[in-house]
């Protein structure tokens, strides 16, 4: 059962979740959390850990969790789950799409698809930033926003260096 648990939980967000890694994400942390396989602060942590990582964050989720949750074939069946509905939708759709691409009405279907993701992408971020205001404080939490966001934006440096940057500003002040 637990393996089923394993294919579902990443699997329904992989149908679900249009747009690729970004847009599952919301809903691989629903499934994770619902089955109690992390909290939503772990989950946080996994994540920032694995977008400091290269290569697609969906997979990277999957092989962890379900490393974690069931070993090597726990990895093997969340990976598969996490990448089979994509594999199944172009073998099945590919002619189809690429002879509509064009179409004002599947661009038009994309536009509407977008809002529901940005709201989804919010809601995940809203509840990180709650999770982090009560495990270090506000100033801690406002410091590490703001510091991040003008190295992101402003400076134009990689992510995966300002998370690098946070996970050693974290481990100096616990040490």
């Given amino acids: 059962m637990k393996y089923w648990h394993i294919f579902l939980a990443f ?9 690729g890694g970004p847009a599952s994400i919301p809903l691989v942390q629903n499934e994770v959390v ?3 396989w992390m909290s ?5 942590e996994m994540l920032a850990l694995a977008n400091s990582l290269p290569g697609p964050i969906a997979t990277k989720m999957a092989g962890y969790i379900g490393y974690d949750e069931g070993g090597i074939l726990g990895a093997i ?14 073998i099945l759709l590919v002619g ?3 002879k509509y691409k064009d179409s004002s009405k599947v661009k038009r279907l994309t536009q509407y698809v977008r809002p529901v993701i940005a709201i989804l992408l919010g809601v995940m971020a809203w509840n990180f930033f709650k999770e982090s205001y009560e495990g270090i404080g506000l100033w801690q939490t406002g410091l590490i926003t703001v510091s991040s966001y003008l190295l992101i934006e402003r400076m134009k440096v990689h992510p995966a260096f300002v998370i690098a940057a946070a996970l050693l500003y974290g481990g100096l ?3």
């Fill in 11 to 19: 699997f329904i967000p992989g149908i679900l979740g249009y747009g």
């Fill in 34 to 36: 619902k089955y109690e």
């Fill in 40 to 44: 939503v602060q772990e989950f946080s």
């Fill in 77 to 90: 069946i969340a990976v598969f789950a996490a990448v089979a509905p994509s594999l199944i939708i172009m």
């Fill in 96 to 98: 189809v799409l690429y």
């Fill in 173 to 175: 002040l616990l040490g």
